[in-house]
């Protein structure tokens, strides 16, 4: 199995004051606690800089001039009270219980269970660095999430209160102030867009509380999305980092900061040489919004997306794959009052290119809610363009639900050619059994042939068809008829608008497989 498909297996996650460690393999965010004080490669011709070595190869110029200005970050958190006996300090109906432990202690050394009164306050250790002299740092947003308190501990041993400025959970960004008498050291801002395979970086933090840390090693790849939030992109690296480099700086050779340390891949929660920074270029226009205060407010559509495979692409009539497949229109959704149907292929946003919804989600959210912009779409075989006045992203939309829904079990029905689908009606019988809107029209899908291009594409008993190549269809009968009509069309796949525990999902189903 390709570390990229056990990446995918695991969700990135991080809870303030705990280590979170999946096994046997896992992607952590690289935060130490204790009770005591990954591959799209960028695109470049930037020719590589020699930077500011010392002749004889050494980069103890660089460290001289980025080290004073990292500081050790310490939050407390409200104790979370434990009887004795419960296996997990989340409590005994924490969903975390099944995958993660947490570490305590210099050494790791679990936390003696204790009665709910003698539970000690808890403590996190992390990493930042400042950016103003007038006590301005950047940290990782779950090294101060839910913090009672934060301390900030100099390169100089001075240990002095901060106050939370802003924090965005969707970057894992945060900004801190400190109040000195004196201005403080700073490091500078570097292009991370520059950054090519191979460069050269140092990651610099305070991992597992031992003192501020160098380790060196270069930029293993571009572009990782670790599925961690809507807006990954990191960079990943060699030079090792543990927990506690949470919102150390990665720098370059110039001694420019070209990214924030956030997580690590790891069969054991230490450092195996996969690390993965935030890019500076990212980072610094969310800190710059941050420094004016509170919370970021993104743009927001209301679709419901999903890439265009070449199997889609096929279906559809492009001549390429690429874009953001519209599986779902949330009602009421800014895209809903535009007119965005279900099935369009968003191609373009704002005037720029949409290449994955990735870049679909990235652009929208960098627009301020109420700004009116245009999106490039294709529709059943045609380009146009739809202006769309972007909302504000409420964190509490829901999402599709995942939920399973019973699938009522047909020794007869009708079989769509070559592709391996059992159908049948929605007939009230069905309806009641599957709790079904009455205005919900199609195919059930029955059975699943297991050697047929419908399993192969994932396809399940249960799952609902309501489109077929973008055509609304409403009995097995119409089903099967626009399967054969898509295959006697010489395209080499059908498109499924599938409906699965209340949401809606495009399956491309090639012919050929069969």
Do not use: C
């Amino acid at each position: 199995m390709s570390p990229m498909s056990i990446l995918r297996r695991h969700r990135v996650a991080a809870l303030l004051g705990a280590a979170l460690i999946i096994s046997p393999v896992v992607v952590s965010f690289a935060q130490n606690t204790g009770n005591t004080g990954l591959s799209t490669v960028a695109a470049t011709t930037q020719t590589p800089v020699v930077g500011i070595k010392a002749p004889n190869g050494s980069l103890a110029p660089v460290v001289a001039t980025t080290k004073p200005a990292v500081v050790t970050v310490t939050t407390v958190m409200k104790a979370q009270a434990q009887t004795m006996g419960e296996p997990s300090p989340f409590g005994g109906n924490s969903p975390f219980d099944d995958y993660f432990r947490q570490f305590f202690g210099d050494q790791g050394a679990p936390m003696p269970r204790t009665p709910p009164q003698q539970v000690p306050r808890q403590e996190a250790l992390g990493s930042g660095f400042i950016v103003g002299a007038d006590g301005t740092i950047v940290t990782n947003n779950h090294v101060v999430d839910g913090a009672t308190s934060i301390k900030v501990t100099l390169d100089d041993g001075t240990e002095l209160p901060a106050t939370l400025v802003g924090h965005d959970a969707k970057n894992d960004l945060a900004v801190l102030k400190i109040k000195t008498d004196k201005p403080l050291p700073t490091i500078k801002w570097g292009d991370s867009d520059k950054l090519m395979t191979g460069d050269q970086v140092l990651a610099i933090g305070n991992p597992f509380g031992i003192g501020t840390t160098v380790t060196s090693g270069i930029v293993s790849a571009r572009g990782r999305d670790l599925h961690s939030g809507p807006f990954d992109d990191f960079i990943q690296i060699d030079a090792p980092i543990n927990h506690g480099n949470s919102g150390g700086p990665l720098v370059d050779v110039n001694g420019n900061v070209v990214g924030i340390n956030t997580a690590i891949y790891s069969p054991n929660g230490g450092s195996v040489g996969v690390g993965f920074a935030i890019p500076s270029d990212q980072a610094q226009k969310v800190v710059a919004k941050l420094m004016k205060g509170g919370n970021i407010e993104y743009g927001y559509l209301g679709v419901e997306i999903q890439p265009v495979t070449p199997d889609v692409a096929s279906a559809i009539g492009l001549d390429h794959p690429g874009g953001a497949l519209v599986s779902q229109v949330n009602d009421g959704s800014p895209a809903a009052k535009a007119g965005v149907e279900t099935g369009d292929v968003i191609t373009g946003f704002a005037g720029q290119d949409v290449k994955d919804p990735k870049d679909l989600s990235r652009a929208v959210a960098d627009v301020a809610p109420g700004v009116k912009e245009t999106l490039q779409v294709w529709r059943k075989g045609k380009a146009m363009q739809i202006s769309v006045d972007v909302g504000r992203n409420q964190d509490e939309v829901k999402t599709a639900s995942t939920g399973n829904s019973g699938a009522p079990s047909a020794e007869q029905g009708t079989r769509a050619p070559a592709i391996g689908l059992g159908l049948i009606d929605i007939t009230p019988d069905i309806r009641q059994q599957m709790n079904l809107a009455d205005s919900e029209h199609g195919a059930v899908v029955a059975s699943v042939n297991p050697d047929k291009a419908a399993a192969a594409a994932g396809i399940q008993p249960g799952d609902i068809i309501v489109a077929v190549n973008q055509a609304p269809v409403k009995s097995a009968k119409q089903v099967t008829q626009a399967i054969a009509q898509a295959g006697k069309s010489g395209r080499k796949s059908v498109l499924l608008l599938v409906e699965r525990g209340g949401g809606q999902i495009y399956v491309a189903v090639p012919f050929a497989n069969g």
